[in-house]
Structure formats: structure tokens, C-alpha cells
């Protein structure tokens, strides 16, 4: 006798285990999105410098060790400070920016970014988008112009304590707020001295 077999007999995975293993899949892709939505390797680095000209005086905020730098309005000019980021994340990214809506209307503004050397000796020109290693640390300088004192009382105080960051890390975007080593506090001078009338 010769055994036939129908057209069909022979079955795959069952639909069952196929929906499954999708969702098992979907899930852990779903995981891994989280994981990298809330990934943020950036931290401040071990250098920092004042404004020159600048006095160190006592910070308002006991809980904040970081020194704070009172330097003078002066309006027009510019001042300059320096900052450094490190990444302590498990992989690279790429910095392709600074500067976010803390500058907008502030005693400060027209912010040009330099890249520096960790001594904040030597410039190394004008920013570019660059790689961040994993444990690697990277020197900034600021230079902002005085600007908008017409906008404050006499004597209030700005501080600029932190700097947006802009990223890329594993093709997704990022950004991110990175304190600074060093507070730089402003403060907006006596109407004399402020060149546009104030408000009433």
C-alpha cells in the first residue's frame, strides 16, 4: 500500500507563536526606545573659568556648592567665561550645538561658543560639531555681550548657571541642560548707567 500525503499537511508555526514572538519583539523594541528616550550621558566637567574681571562672591543657595562670579554690567561690551562637559554614558555622541532659551531677553546675549583647550589656555576656534568618547571631556568658551538693562530694576541679578546642550547619540537628537562648573551672576546697573530708559 502507498502512503499519500494531502496538499496542505504539512504545517509551519502555529499563528499563535508567530503573534506572539511579534509582540515579544515589539515589546523589546519598545524597551530599548525608552531606554535611549531617557538616556543623558552629559555631565559638567572638571574645568571651568571666571569672567575676567570678575570677584568671586558668597552664593545665594547654601545647598549648591559651585563658586559664583559677580561680574560688572557694562553695556555693549562683552564678557567671556569658560565651561566643560564630559560624557560619563556607556556610548559616544556628537555635540552639535549650545545655547537654548535661558539667553533669550537675559542681561547676556549674542553667545559665541569657542572650543578650547582644558586649561582654557589656547583657542582652538570657532565651534564645530565634535565626538564625545565615552569618559572624554571637552573645554568651551563663552563670549555674550551685555545687553537689555532697560529690561531690569536697578541691582537685580541674573545668574547663568547651566547651558543647553545639543546632541546626537545612536541617530536620535537630543537635548539637554548640563550645569556649569562655575555660577556667573550679573547684575543690572543703576539707571546711570543703563543707556535706555526703564519702564515707569
Known amino acids: 500500500m ?14 499563535l507563536l508567530v503573534v506572539g514572538l511579534l509582540a515579544l519583539l515589539a515589546a523589546l523594541a519598545a ?33 549648591d556648592g559651585r563658586s559664583t ?3 560688572q554690567y557694562e553695556d555693549g561690551r562683552t564678557t567671556s567665561y569658560g565651561f566643560s562637559i564630559r560624557n560619563d554614558g556607556r556610548w559616544g555622541i556628537t555635540v552639535v550645538g549650545f545655547g537654548g532659551s535661558e539667553q533669550a531677553g537675559g542681561l547676556l546675549d549674542h553667545f559665541v561658543y569657542r572650543l578650547s583647550d582644558t586649561g582654557f589656555t589656547v583657542d582652538q576656534g570657532a565651534f564645530k560639531a565634535f565626538a564625545l568618547g565615552p569618559g572624554r571631556e571637552r573645554s568651551i568658551m563663552v563670549t555674550a555681550r551685555f545687553a537689555n538693562c532697560e529690561s531690569y530694576i536697578a541691582l537685580a541679578g541674573v545668574i547663568y548657571d547651566h547651558v ?5 547619540t545612536l541617530g536620535m537628537a537630543r537635548t539637554t541642560e548640563v550645569p556649569l562648573g562655575i555660577k556667573v551672576e550679573v547684575v543690572s546697573p543703576a539707571n546711570a548707567n543703563c543707556p535706555r530708559p526703564r519702564a515707569a
Do not use: H, I, M, N
Not at 2 to 15: C, F, L, R
Open 69 to 71: 562670579y559677580l561680574v
Open 164 to 168: 543647553t546642550v545639543r546632541y546626537k
Open 31 to 63: 524597551g530599548g526606545a525608552g531606554v535611549l528616550v531617557r538616556y543623558q550621558p552629559l555631565s559638567p566637567g572638571s574645568s571651568g573659568q571666571s569672567p575676567q574681571g570678575s570677584k568671586e562672591v558668597a552664593s545665594t543657595d547654601s545647598s
Open 2 to 15: 502507498t502512503a499519500t500525503v494531502e496538499a496542505g499537511a504539512k504545517k509551519g508555526p502555529s499563528t
